[in-house]
């Protein structure tokens, strides 16, 4: 007889929040055709808050594991849990008014709150197994979020690229932590950590387990040169769920990424360090480079948010309390950048019903001021100007660059930053191109309110950030303490 | 009391106002004007509260961001009152350009001028390197956008050369920031008194590089011509006025005394740079076709020269230089207000276009002299007594650079009074002898008296001027000349 092992109900109870969300909305879904909509983002949000207010709760707590270990509950997982809780609020505001969701916003409301819900698992995964199932859960349910439009061609098309390479990336991934596996008899990874400072990192079985598990891991962050479905998929998929996307998923994989480095991996860092440099320098660079020459703006901030996962590896290279702290404050900081910003397109798409490209937007600004200006400040907080949170990020990671002697890694995050204004320009001169004739054909387009409500979020939200971000520093440092390294 | 922090706020809170309340088209501009006085009324208040003394006063100094150890102090001395003054003064004669050229969405541009007084009396006054950033850097956001939205038809071009430069050489002066604040003995500290003398070669070179860029001086330059082209008017003279003195200031007031070993160790890179720019400015402004071309190239050679005078690290280089800064400020943005209104009036700053406008125009007439005459430095203008000192401190550095300069001097005045009779002498010709232009009157007109009234004012009294910022000066590049074995 097996025991089953305790289980601390309160501790993963933001996590069993969303899950029971997720599937009291798909029981329902079949009485409530034609409501799909309203009660779908309603029960969507009150889980969503709930698993929010749960993590808060938990907050002053002592770092736990439960579930035999399975799950470490601390504070980086509650700062994870609230922040992917902010996203998804802003991701239903940004999609009530699609019309995809009066036919199936209960399943694509569950959808979400099942990401939501791996997500977290995510960040309160304490080895390979929990790692690999709760990215999973995340992933499956995302690749049918970005298929969800199924009229439109590319939908489906982002849907499967990102099925495809998806699931290339979790299979690299296992792989790896099977090599893992054999070598130190263990896929948790205190065990791994506590093997391998004992046995050395010489093990050829330990490196190829590290670059595997490197790999799989760059797949799900969209780095160079592992970022070739990201653009794809952002075009393809519904704004909203692209804007989701590069805010969550780039927590929770960069997440993932620390807590299997810098607590399972730390001694392999002479294995995985040289290669994180060099993935960093070409996505920074490069990254921005190819967004220069797209024409499409979903594919131009695609590419973009490959150019911020570079800068955001460089914190993960330095390490230390500096170097954590910087990493979770960016991706606090991005998030509503990137959420605020697909807004903005999503709106665009629907004034014009079309795709948002940088010849269908000239003149949009003079007919929607409030929306482009919060459009010219997202990309302000991108490009790191200062009163945006965007700058307080640029600021804690450069920091922790400088400080930790990684001063030429900055330089070249700052060459980039600079490239990375070329297109941010075009985007603001488009927007406020006087000459361009009135071309977007304003419709009425339905559900603009919880739209512009979700704009104005993020828009306090990156000023806030930006003017007064000593909490948000403050939550950072103490959600650093979570990993070993920044203790 | 009013104190810094409330003249930072209060023009930065107007900004906001304006953006978010949809005024009616003049009220916004007379608010905003109303706003921008007020905040001259204060300034002028701190003038005369303001002693003469070493060290900063007027301090703010409060805890901003706690776990970073950014603190927003702010302070002024000497120098950094006159630029304030001379800021206070500018934006509101650039609202009242603004207010009579009718610009179209007038709330938005009047908020954004007001916005960049807010950010640029930051960078005088703040003594924390991280609101310094903030000043230095935000200030490029407004200009930026009254460049997209109102900029002439070659903006584009000219915005992407504004940022490239702009933004590579501030966010290398970022990495500098980082370096002083987060390796400070005791925790991370931000504050200027803190990060003295602890940088590098590196950190100096990339503080002073984000600071030619934006002054500019030779070989950084290429930005300022575009900008200075397809700005409008006031933007322009916001931009050549006191936007570029923002970096020749922060070359006196941040660079020297913060690096005062690497001030004096490359010191000459900066005075020959200087000298070179000085002569090649004004030897490019003679050659120019348009009012324009000529005020930009002049502005480029004056700032180089003002950069020389401050690394001649001398009692006479550094008031010089200040004094300089604020001649040149009220004389390039009434220069731009003149040439603005020309083009409005002939719808063309090129000289082909104009000429003879002195017949039957008096009042353009004098402004125009008086300025040409205060840019070309006759001996009793104000011009004369700053350049005099700067020239005087060249000749004690060694006799051949002073020789050398007096050089540029003699060409100032070449290209000043080409730029007089292309446009008031000779015959009415182009399309100045067709649509035969009104004089200078009423609202243009009381965008430029105020400029040229201080200027007169200044040419009358410079002690009012050199005695406020004669200590401050001194104090600022007082260590690293005790470097160089000054």
């Not at chain 1, 791996?118 to 999973?136: C, K, P, Q, R, Y």
């Not at chain 1, 590069?246 to 002479?270: C, W, Y």
């Not at chain 1, 131009?300 to 914190?315: D, T």
């Amino acid at each position: 007889m097996i025991k089953a092992p305790d289980v601390n109900w309160l501790a993963i109870a933001p996590m069993m929040t969303l899950m029971i969300g997720a599937f009291v909305l798909l029981l329902l879904a079949s009485f409530i055709r034609g409501r799909d909509r309203g009660l779908g983002t309603v029960v969507g949000i009150i889980a969503l808050l709930a698993s929010a207010g749960f993590a808060i709760n938990l907050w002053s707590e002592p770092a736990t594991t439960t579930m035999a270990g399975a799950l470490q509950i601390d504070q980086l997982t509650q700062v994870v849990t609230v922040l992917i809780a902010g996203c998804g609020i802003l991701t239903l505001l940004v999609a009530f008014g699609w019309n995809r969701m009066r036919e199936n916003g209960a399943e694509f409301v569950a959808l979400l709150l099942l990401i939501a819900a791996g997500m977290d698992l995510i960040a309160a995964s304490n080895s390979f197994v929990t790692l690999f199932v709760a990215l999973e859960l995340f992933s499956l349910s995302l690749y049918v979020l970005c298929a969800f439009d199924g009229k439109s061609k590319a939908s489906l098309e982002s849907g499967f690229k990102y099925l495809v390479l998806g699931t290339i990336g979790s299979m690299v991934l296992v792989y790896g932590a099977a090599f893992l596996y054999g070598a130190t008899g263990s896929f948790g990874f205190e065990a791994i950590n506590t093997a391998l400072s004992k046995a050395g990192s010489g093990d050829a079985l330990v490196i190829l387990g590290t670059v595997l598990v490197l790999i799989g891991l760059a797949f799900k962050i969209g780095v160079m040169p592992f970022h070739m479905w990201v653009a794809d998929v952002y075009e393809g998929a519904p704004t909203s769920v692209t804007g989701f996307m590069s805010a969550a998923t780039k927590i929770a994989a960069f997440v993932a990424l620390a807590r299997v480095l810098l607590d399972a991996l730390p001694a392999m860092r002479d294995t995985w360090a040289p290669a994180l440099i060099i993935i960093a320098v070409v996505t920074m660079i490069l990254g921005n480079i190819s967004a220069l020459v797209q024409t499409n703006l979903k594919r131009m901030l695609a590419y973009a948010s490959v150019g911020a996962a570079g800068f955001g590896l460089i914190a993960i290279i330095v390490g230390g309390a500096a170097g954590t702290r910087g990493l979770i404050f960016y991706l606090v900081a991005y998030a509503p950048m990137a959420i605020g910003a697909f807004a903005v397109i999503s709106l665009h798409e629907r004034d014009h019903k079309g795709i948002a490209t940088l010849d269908s937007i000239r003149g949009w600004g003079f007919q929607r001021p409030v929306a482009a200006v919060s459009m010219v400040v997202f990309l302000l907080g991108f490009a790191g100007f200062p009163l945006t949170v965007g700058f307080i990020g640029k600021f804690v990671v450069l920091g922790s660059a400088v400080e930790g002697n990684y001063t030429w890694l900055g330089v070249v995050a700052v060459v980039a930053s600079v490239i990375s204004l070329g297109y941010l320009l075009r985007i603001m001169l488009a927007m406020f191109d006087r000459g361009a004739k009135s071309g977007v054909m304003m419709a009425a387009a339905p559900g603009i309110g919880s739209l512009n409500l979700a704009i104005l979020l993020c828009l306090a939200l990156v000023l806030i950030g930006g003017i007064l971000p000593g909490l948000g520093l403050d939550w950072a440092a103490d959600a650093a303490k979570s990993l070993a390294a920044g203790r | 009391m009013i104190t810094i922090s409330t003249l930072i706020a209060v023009p930065a809170i107007a900004a906001v106002v304006l953006l978010v309340v949809p005024f009616a088209r003049q009220a916004a501009g007379y608010l905003a004007l109303l706003v921008s006085l007020a905040v001259l009324g204060a300034v002028i208040g701190f003038i005369y509260r303001f002693e003469p003394v070493a060290g900063y006063q007027f301090a703010d100094n409060v805890s901003w961001i706690e776990p970073l150890g950014v603190r927003w102090h702010v302070a002024v001395n000497g120098v950094s009152l006159a630029m304030i003054a001379v800021t206070a003064l500018i934006t509101t004669c650039a609202l009242g350009f603004a207010l009579w050229a009718k610009r179209d969405r007038s709330h938005a541009s009047a908020a954004l001028i007001l916005m960049t007084e807010a950010f640029l009396f930051l960078v005088f006054a703040a003594r924390d390197l991280f609101a310094f950033y903030v000043g230095f850097e935000g200030m490029l956001i407004p200009l930026l956008v009254l460049l997209v939205v109102w900029g002439g038809p070659g903006r584009k071009f000219a915005t992407l050369q504004v940022i490239a430069y702009t933004a590579f050489g501030t966010l290398l002066m970022l990495l500098g920031i980082l370096y002083l604040g987060l390796t400070a003995p005791d925790g991370p500290n931000f504050d200027m008194a803190a990060a003295i003398g602890r940088g590098g070669d590196w950190v100096f070179f990339a503080f002073a590089i984000a600071f030619a860029i934006k002054s500019p001086l030779f070989p950084l330059h290429g930005w300022v011509l575009p900008a200075y082209r397809e700005s409008s008017p006031e933007v322009a003279a916001v931009l050549s006025g006191v936007a570029s003195k923002a970096g020749a200031f922060a070359f006196l007031a941040v660079l020297v005394p913060l690096f005062p070993a690497q001030a004096a160790k490359y010191a000459w890179v900066f005075i020959a740079l200087g000298t070179i720019g000085f002569l090649w400015g004004s030897l490019l402004a003679f050659r120019q076709r348009d009012g324009r071309g000529v005020v930009a190239y002049s502005s480029i050679a004056q700032m180089s020269f003002i950069v020389l005078g401050i690394f001649l690290l001398s009692d006479r280089g550094a008031t010089g230089a200040t004094f300089q800064m604020v001649n040149h400020a009220l004389i390039s943005a009434a220069l731009f207000f003149v040439v603005g209104w020309l083009e409005t009036q002939v719808g063309s700053g090129s000289f082909s276009q104009l000429g003879g406008l002195a017949r039957r125009r008096p009042v353009l007439a004098t402004v125009s002299i008086i300025l040409g005459m205060a840019a070309l430095a006759v001996p009793g203008s104000s011009v004369f007594a700053s350049e005099f000192l700067i020239m005087l401190g060249a000749f004690e550095y060694h006799w051949w650079l002073g020789a050398i300069v007096s050089l540029g001097v003699v060409l100032a005045a070449m290209y000043m009074l080409r730029w007089i009779s292309a446009i008031l002498h000779d015959r009415e010709s182009g399309l100045a002898g067709t649509l035969n232009p009104p004089d200078l009157k009423q609202g243009a007109l009381l965008a430029i008296l105020p400029l040229v009234l201080v200027l007169i004012g200044l040419s009358i009294a410079p002690a009012q001027l050199t005695d406020r910022v004669d200590t401050s000066a001194q104090e600022l590049f007082s260590a690293a000349a005790k470097e160089a074995g000054r």
